[in-house]
């Protein structure tokens, strides 16, 4: 107690709020890829670390077209509250844009978010409970792990290959899990593309995991902002195409178009669609309309198929480059070849550890995202992520050309 009668926080130095924090808080970790943004963004650094898209392959003047459209035609509805579920316009974009991966749904379940980002969040707010486990690919999106850990829930990772999740592992895994008694809410999978990965789900897989995730009244979240994004052949028909009521599917505006109108979607079971606008309700009231409708109006006057085609282009390159690089500089490791997205995983010989690599990379001027960041067990070490998608091919070919350099360091070569 104070002199004043306030009682004392049993606080820390830094943070005198420190014992009031909800128990949550302590799963709030600045992730490893954040810290690494400051680092990377610095000029003359060659970033291989974050996921940002390329926006500057946009069609500036067509955005900004829609931009002004919106304003003079709809400016009153795009200054004001909308609807806790999305403007009702764009949800009708939103079921073209999934009828190319196979997707028929009514527009009364879509639910439009702050990027799928926040839909991530709106689903783990439904459905977890401390204590509760979400299964993932080994390895799995950082910032999904981030939400799961936030709500108090355990992540548990699956085992994946060439052609993504293990079916025989998931089986194990939920076996080993339901021993112990531990209750398994959702299996979160990134099937196209996969982030950190590289890899795409095949499609002899896809029944499999869904009758098993079925069989074990397992609910499946489904994450597909890269499934656009291919670079030969498109990816098979999403997990929701097939299972309309055991799927959640989750989209995203921000790699096919651009991250800043964050604009992302759930598609949601039409049993659960009621509560997840409810949960959206609570946490925002509305997304943004003026950035929905700028993105609907965009949709309805370009060509965003021909627009999708051009990044396929541009990603394609950047990835021939970085495989080319990886093959001609880094002999010795081993990596994924990805058929659409933004990554390559590269595997690091046993004596390499990525992290504790990386401050030695970043004085060589290159930075890639260490495999800890995207394992909750703390495996990873041998490890990295590297993505093409924001520097040019030849800053692509001098970054491998450092992390050579750094790698060949190491091994003392
Ligand atoms: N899921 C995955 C797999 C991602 O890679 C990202 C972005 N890096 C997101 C979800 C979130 O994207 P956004 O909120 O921009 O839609």
Request: aromatic share 8%.
């Amino acid at each position: 107690m104070t002199s004043d009668g306030v009682p004392q926080r049993a606080g820390n130095n830094l943070d005198p709020w420190y014992a009031n924090y909800a128990d949550r808080a302590a799963g709030f970790a600045a992730s490893e890829v954040r810290a690494l943004f400051a680092v990377a963004s610095r000029p003359e650094v060659v970033s291989l670390a974050g996921g940002m898209p390329y926006v500057s392959a946009l069609p500036q003047e067509l955005i900004t077209a829609a931009f002004e459209r919106t304003m003079r035609e709809q400016g009153p509805v795009a200054l004001q509250y909308g609807s806790g579920q999305g403007i009702p316009a764009l949800r009708e974009h939103i079921l073209e844009v999934m009828s190319l991966e196979g997707i028929r749904a009514s527009v009364d379940n879509v639910v439009t978010s702050t990027g799928s980002q926040q839909a991530l969040d709106f689903v783990a707010k439904l459905f977890l409970d401390p204590g509760d486990v979400v299964l993932a690919e080994a390895p799995s999106y950082v910032g999904a792990m981030g939400v799961f850990r936030s709500y108090q829930a355990s992540v548990v990772h699956v085992a994946m290959d060439d052609e993504g999740l293990i079916p025989e592992a998931l089986r194990e895994t939920i076996a080993h899990l339901r021993g112990q008694g531990r209750r398994i809410k959702f299996l979160y999978t990134i099937p196209n593309f996969h982030n950190p990965a590289g890899v795409t789900l095949s499609a002899a897989r896809r029944p499999e995991i869904l009758e098993i995730c079925r069989a074990n009244e397992i609910l499946v979240l489904e994450d597909n902002p890269y499934g656009l994004l291919h670079f030969d052949e498109p990816a098979p028909d999403a997990l929701r195409s097939m299972d309309p009521e055991g799927v959640i599917y989750l989209g995203s505006f921000s790699k096919t178009l651009a991250p800043g109108f964050r604009v992302g979607w759930a598609l949601a079971p039409h049993a659960i669609r009621e509560k997840l606008i409810l949960a959206a309700e609570s946490a925002i009231l509305s997304p943004s309309s003026f950035s929905q409708l700028v993105v609907s109006e965009y949709l309805s006057q370009a060509d965003w198929r021909g627009q999708i085609d051009a990044f396929r282009g541009v990603y394609r390159e950047r990835k021939d480059a970085m495989i080319e690089a990886l093959g001609e500089y880094l002999p010795q490791l081993s990596w994924t070849n990805p058929n659409g997205g933004f990554y390559v995983w590269v595997t690091l010989p046993d004596v390499l550890d990525s992290k504790q690599m990386l401050p030695r990379a970043v004085r060589e001027l290159v930075a890639y995202t260490p495999g800890t960041a995207f394992f909750a067990d703390g495996r990873g070490r041998h490890a990295m992520r590297l993505s093409f998608c924001y520097p040019t091919p030849d800053a692509i070919r001098l970054g491998i050309r450092r992390l050579a350099t750094v790698v060949n360091g190491e091994l003392d070569l």
